[in-house]
């Protein structure tokens, strides 16, 4: 028992890159399995349209929320003094305020900017509701980026597994009259905005309370905001393109191929992009701290190097099994009617799942001070998505136009990791080597998988991926070695080393 303890607490150390991640990562896979095992439920309980309506007022407010700060939360991290890093918090907060006041007022003329969207008019009754949602979401966000800074990943845990436990047990709640339709599903995630944002809100008072702290002046204001003004004039510009990038289908599906379609897709995006984002926004937050650091010790190289070998090692399997079988486990898993998600998802899940290994390391553009390339990647990925999206959609084809959104978007995705890769100074030779070590671990538990879909009932595909799940993940943590205390193993880096 000693033994284990000791092995526990050096797994769920507070400083390092591993125990500040496998912190994050405990509420995310709690919140992970209980949103899995609430789903089959909720996708019962309401119809593909909800979902649709749903997700795309949803989308709209993510998009918001990357914008409303004009990115100048990320700059937290970055002054050495606390002090200066207030001075940030307020900027951010008087922005936030601003935005928020601005969309309010726009939501009067809901349906004109329904219409402007061209967006389908069901979604128009609910767009009052945004400019509230956002200023939650924003001040959560902004208590987050303060306590990332302090290294408060408990605290960060915390918050969001009361925002996501809301969030299902609220759906379900509404859900159980069906006279709410999209209505339970937008008031569920307003319910857990609301609690994820009031503890945070209490976690950040806690920890703001300092005698002596007062007000920044206006020239403070205004000396940060000329210091980090990469931060508005590109990082901004780029976090909105890339948030629309990953949203981009459900602004634009309905327009094309009704509301549905959308709701199926949206399934499809839950099923791998969602929780796969879960795990890249717990290492993104470590990552943004600890890459810093790693930076100004000049061994940013083989930092970044180990932790792209561990997105690809956690995304490779689930992303070949839903190719695989992805039919027969939505089906199972949320009922006869989502099969098509499934089949949506045999096309998305490459690029699901390249983006996954992407989006946390886009941290490596704020922490080199590369806005400018960012923006312009950006710029290219947006154009080329949009691009293949309205060729798809108006040909009338669902499936053509899931398989052009798929190949645009992993095009683009394999070239943001590469130059990312190449900024960090990473070989692209040996970061490529984990992308086909990890898919030929994963080959022979997901070809079981895919030699019995069709042979045997449904409940025995789910068992055997399941068991081929478990089998795959030991394996790769048995053969890395992935536990402190053991060094010099096949998989470990030099950043591991300089970490322990």
């Given at each position: ?19 500040p991640v ?12 209980i ?8 996708t019962r ?7 649709g ?9 993510s ?17 050495e ?30 349906r ?10 069901e979604?128009a ?22 306590l ?24 379900i ?19 857990g905005?609301?609690?994820g ?13 300092t ?34 990038l ?9 327009v ?5 379609v ?18 890249g926004?717990?290492?993104a ?25 561990r997105?690809?090692m956690?995304g ?7 190719v ?17 998600a ?37 710029i ?13 959609g ?9 398989g ?5 978007g ?14 960090a ?10 992308y ?6 994963a ?13 045997f009932?449904?409940?025995?595909v789910a068992?055997?991926?399941i ?22 193993t ?11």
């Open positions: 028992m000693k033994n284990l303890r000791a092995w526990i607490g050096q797994l769920y150390a507070r400083e390092g890159f591993r125990g496998m912190t994050l990562l405990s509420g995310t896979a709690v919140t992970f399995v949103s899995y095992l609430a789903l089959p439920v909720i309980l309401f119809t593909t349209q909800a979902f309506i749903s997700d795309y007022f949803v989308t709209i407010v998009i918001l929320t990357g914008l409303a700060a004009l990115r100048y939360d990320d700059a937290v991290m970055l002054p003094s606390d002090k200066r890093a207030r001075t940030v918090l307020w900027l951010v907060g008087i922005l936030t305020i601003g935005v928020t006041v601005i969309v309010a007022v726009a939501s009067i003329w809901s004109e900017i329904s219409s402007l969207l061209r967006a389908p008019e979604i009754p609910w767009l009052w509701l945004v400019a509230p949602v956002l200023l939650l979401i924003r001040f959560g966000k902004l208590a987050e980026a303060w990332t800074r302090k290294r408060a990943f408990r605290t960060i845990t915390g918050a969001e597994a009361t925002n996501k436990i809301a969030v299902i047990s609220s759906r709640g509404f859900g159980a009259g069906t006279a709410f339709g999209a209505g339970g599903l937008i008031g569920g995630f307003i319910a905005q609301a609690l944002a009031a503890y945070f809100a209490a976690a950040l008072l806690r920890r703001t309370r005698p002596g702290v007062r007000r920044p002046s206006m020239g403070e204001l205004r000396s940060v905001a000329r210091r980090y003004r990469r931060f508005p004039l590109y990082a901004a510009p780029s976090a909105l393109l890339n948030t629309v990953g949203r981009l289908p459900v602004l634009l599906l309905p094309y191929l009704g509301w549905d959308t709701g199926l897709y949206g399934r499809a995006f839950a099923a791998l992009a969602i929780p796969l984002s879960l795990i926004t717990a290492v937050q470590v990552f943004f701290v600890d890459g810093t650091m790693a930076h100004r010790e000049n061994r940013l190289a083989g930092f970044t190097e180990n932790v792209h070998a997105l690809v956690i490779m399997f689930p992303c070949m099994l839903l695989a079988a992805g039919p027969e486990l939505f089906a199972f898993f949320f009922g006869a009617n989502w099969r098509a499934g089949v949506y998802e045999q096309y998305l899940a490459c690029w699901f799942f390249l983006s996954a290994v992407a989006s946390p390391l886009t941290r490596l553009f704020d922490i080199l001070e590369l806005q400018r390339p960012e923006l312009g990647i950006s290219g990925s947006f154009l080329l998505l949009a691009a293949a999206l309205a060729w798809g108006t040909t009338g084809n669902v499936l053509l136009t899931m052009l959104m798929a190949c645009a992993a095009f683009a995705r394999i070239f943001q990791i590469a130059v990312m890769l190449k900024f100074k990473v070989s692209l030779r040996r970061a490529g080597s984990a086909i070590r990890y898919a030929l671990i080959l022979p538990p997901v070809a079981c998988v895919w030699l019995i879909r069709g042979i009932p449904a409940w025995a068992l055997t991926a068991m081929a799940g478990v089998a795959y993940f030991g394996f790769v943590v048995w053969r890395e070695r992935m536990w402190p205390g053991v060094k010099g096949p998989g470990t880096s030099q950043s591991d080393e300089n970490e322990k």
